[in-house]
């Protein structure tokens, strides 16, 4: 019972973020509420692992930087795209990415999918069991 209700707690958190994020950019401009998220990253970065970054070799900034631009492209779009559907459609396609990713690596890098990232699969969409228990039980016997 208590990972059933930690699972919920989660959920509940992470769709939250989705209505605040929602009414905040409503508020400001979307690329100045992404510069404060990333600039309050940054800053938690720096103070929790001072030499996380100072300690990358060139390579490491070449990908940081590819990854970082990545990211924030993603973040960015998906912020713009929240302006204009609903939290809970956003939530879903955002949340549907991890069982997609593992698929889109295996077609665009042709990488064999693992267990695990089938088990992280079935884990996501293991919270349908969230709003029906007796559903997910059927499923995991």
Known sequence: MTAVMLLVAVTAVWGFIYLVVQDATRRMPVMDFMAARFTVGALVLAVLRPRAVVSLDPAGWVRGVA???????????????????????????????????????????????????????????????????????????
């Not at 973040?75 to 889109?104: C, D, I, K, N």
């Open 67 to 141: 990854l970082g631009l990545t990211l924030g492209t993603s973040y960015t779009l998906q912020v713009y795209g929240l302006r204009h559907t609903s939290a809970t459609v956003s939530a879903f396609v955002t949340g549907m990415f991890v069982v997609f990713t593992p698929l889109l690596s295996a077609l665009v890098l042709r990488r064999r999918i693992t267990p695990t990232a089938l088990g992280r699969d079935r884990t996501r969409s293991g919270r349908a069991g969230v709003a029906d228990p007796a559903r997910a039980q059927r499923r995991t016997g």
